[in-house]
């Protein structure tokens, strides 16, 4: 299983957010410092997201990963702020090597079509932000329908994967919930990246065990709750 630690980026720095709340953001310095932290430690990929494209300001922050995609040489996987097809090609043009499709998929599915057919699928794939049931959008504002319904149509128009994350449990470092994770992995054929509540060694070994392609470290890393030496070893 792949281990992606997470490099969230807000006002050009590097923070960790509770359950989405711009108010609660707690910093933890340049951006590319914590990223070439991770890959010192063994990290081989990056989770990057623009959270000021998120939102709503999708120009913040673009030379500073454009940066970060050129210095580090790494997998990386961007997200944030992509609302359109010129957005999602010129970060996959500019050496992201894949791009997550959050808000803009469950509006404009085709547009997951129209990238894999330019792209391939493996660089195309499509966020699961879920609260119960129901995929979220928007900044996790509105719902849009059942989650397992949307997965499986992303999969259809050629998403290459899936991000997974359980809202109700994001940032909360209270550990992940499994059954809507294996509910997902039952329904789709596509690698499922998972995201939200990833606190222990213990559910990475979980999250292994029932067949997760990889898992995004965020704020169980930065407050060293997790070490990624530790993560690292498990999921292998």
């Not at 330019?118 to 119960?132: H, L, T, Y």
């Not at 990475?204 to 392609?213: M, N, P, S, T, W």
Request: proline fraction near 3%; charge should be negative; charged fraction near 20%.
């Amino acid at each position: 299983m792949k281990v992606f630690p997470a490099v969230d980026i807000l006002d050009g720095r590097c923070v960790q957010l509770v359950q989405g709340n711009r108010e609660t953001a707690t910093f933890f310095g340049e951006p590319r410092t914590c990223a070439k932290k991770w890959l010192s430690l063994g990290a081989d990929s990056l989770h990057v997201i623009n959270l000021d494209g998120a939102f709503g300001n999708a120009a913040r922050n673009v030379d500073l990963i454009r940066e970060l995609v050129h210095e580090t040489g790494v997998t990386i996987q961007l997200g944030g702020g992509i609302r359109s097809t010129p957005d999602a090609a010129g970060w996959l043009e500019a050496g992201v090597e894949r791009v997550i499709l959050g808000t803009v998929a469950t509006r404009t599915p085709g547009i997951i079509q129209e990238l894999a057919d330019e792209f391939g699928s493996a660089r195309i794939m499509a966020g699961v932000d879920a609260r119960g049931r129901e995929i979220v959008i928007e900044g996790w504002q509105k719902t849009a329908g059942d989650y397992i319904h949307w997965a499986e149509r992303f999969e259809s128009l050629g998403a290459g994967s899936l991000l997974y994350t359980n809202v109700d449990v994001e940032g909360l470092q209270g550990g992940v919930n499994f059954p809507p994770v294996k509910a997902l992995l039952d329904s789709v054929g596509i690698p499922v990246t998972v995201a939200g509540g990833v606190s222990s060694i213990d559910d990475i070994h979980g999250l292994a065990k029932i067949g997760v392609y990889g898992t995004v470290l965020g704020s169980s890393l930065y407050s060293g709750r997790i070490r990624l030496r530790d993560a690292l070893e498990a999921a292998r």
